[in-house]
Structures are given as structure tokens and as C-alpha cells.
């Protein structure tokens, strides 16, 4: 049972039932730089993760 989450070419595995932010901060991801898909629908950082789900990592660019 678990979630993959995909940031460019890395790959991460959590436990279903976290929220999108729990996860993001246990892979040391840094929820404002990215934007999170699954099945091409964003998805906020209060989403419960379930079993079998792929979520996209789409790294934010900012600059100035």
C-alpha cells in the first residue's frame, strides 16, 4: 500500500492516509515550490493521500 509522488525524476513513496503536506515535509519537499496533480486535477495540501494514488510534483519557478 502506498502513494507515489513524482518530482521531475525522482520518485517517492509514502503511506496512504497522510496529507499532501505531511508527505511533501517527510520527502523534504518544500510545499511552496510545487504544485501537486493527481490525475491531472491540482490538489491542495489538505488532501488525504490513498493507497494506489500517483501525485505530480510540478516544480513553481519564481524569479525577479
Known amino acids: 500500500m502506498t502513494v507515489k ?4 525524476d525522482k520518485e ?6 497522510m ?5 511533501l515535509q517527510k520527502v523534504n519537499v ?4 510545487v504544485i501537486a496533480t493527481r490525475e491531472g486535477e491540482m ?3 489538505d488532501e488525504i493521500l490513498k493507497d ?5 510534483l510540478i516544480a513553481v519557478i ?3
Open 52 to 56: 494506489g494514488d500517483v501525485v505530480k
Open 43 to 45: 490538489i491542495l495540501e
Open 19 to 23: 496529507t499532501l503536506l505531511s508527505s
Open 5 to 8: 509522488l513524482i518530482l521531475r
Open 12 to 17: 517517492f513513496e509514502v503511506k496512504p492516509g
Open 30 to 33: 518544500l510545499p511552496e515550490s
Open 62 to 64: 519564481s524569479g525577479g
